[in-house]
């Protein structure tokens, strides 16, 4: 059925002289898809959905059970900048469906939508604000290299920031796409940026991680350069975090500032704060998805890897930034940018939530710094650590039953199944770090 809303797409679609349209969506790994399909299919794909093969997909269905459909999203509707201004491209993002117009268990982005159902009937809505950081890498016929194109520092500018050009054009293309660009700078490691964008509700922030990443990718390519996002490319420097600020809302206002307590934040943000702690090892089986997300998750690099929280302290899992009223939030900093947004979002919502149903609350904020802290001052403190592997990390979530409910049987099957698989290959293959310590030698 068109509905108005839909009416309004097709009526933009066609001022834009748009020629092509893809359909995207998002696997269980957080990798994001896509089907192209010719302008004249657009109304189709708004009412009555897009089939598709789901057997294809990373965690979707079986071959036995592999028709699927996706319905564009007419709210997402936005043009591709960087593609060519003759047969213009736009996209939608799609929700996943079954047989007999199902939402699909293993979409990541209806288990973020369920979640975030189960928050507004508590009376929250729920907003994220993710700090992504990505290097940029020379490519050398066609194929990623680890050689840097620049040699600059954090907030450094050109000539020592030779991207500025590239982040640039990332910039206005986000911005004719809808978001609202806060920052963007060179990060601390040689070749490393970071490009910021205002805050929102989860789901429409999650399909901006995607975006954002998409558009990374694709206009670094016209520069000869691979933008990866992948946690720890290089030993030895920092890795590349997606530290994410969170917040509650009830009625129009934000649940976390209270202005008559001592660090002007309220019950409801200590017991969200209490939830991701108490959930925090399980949460990093979907912030930390991958054997090389364990590799920034280290001491020294400014990682987080200690499970405590803070107003101040950049060491700490949480850190509630000093901007009080509608701007209070907690930040959460053990997420890096290869995890699925969608899941990783849910999932702190759900921890947040319990924490709320449960008034669990924190123990004492931890503001002095935590690397400087031995192993025997940690103990004492009651700090634990983050998981140290893909495996612990798997362990921890399998255990969390509120996580296990959130992500549905579907999606922790399938979780369990890739974690198996990755850490297979890893262990099977061998490394060129074995070969530099023991072939001379054995």
Known sequence: MVTDNISKVLKRIESDKVKFIRLQFTDVLGQPKNAAIPVAQAEKALTDGTWFDGSSIEGFTRIEESDMLLKADPASYSLLPWRPAEGKVARFVCDVYTYGNKPFEGDPRYILKKTMAEAAKMGFGFNTGPELEFFFFNLIDGRPT???????????????????????????????????????????????HEIDFKYADAVITADRVMTYKYATKAIALKYGLHASFMAKPISGINGSGMHTHGSLSKNGKNAFYDPDTPKGISDVALYYIGGLLKHAKAITRVANPTINSYKRLVPGFEAPVYISWSTTNRSALIRVPAARGNSTRAEFRSPDPMCNPYLTFACMLAAGLDGIKNKILPPDSTDTNIYHLSAKERKKLKIDMLPGSLTESQEYLEKDGVLCATLGDHIVENLSRIAEQENDAYRLAVHQWELDRYLPTY
């Not at 680890?146 to 520092?153: L, S, V």
């Not at 907030?155 to 050009?165: G, I, Q, S, T, V």
């Open 146 to 192: 680890t050689q840097f194109p620049d040699q600059g520092c954090y907030f450094d500018l050109a000539p020592n920031d030779k991207a500025e050009d590239v982040r640039r054009e990332i910039v206005l293309a986000l911005t004719e796409m809808g978001f609202e660009i806060e920052m963007s700078h060179h990060e601390v490691a040689a070749s490393q």
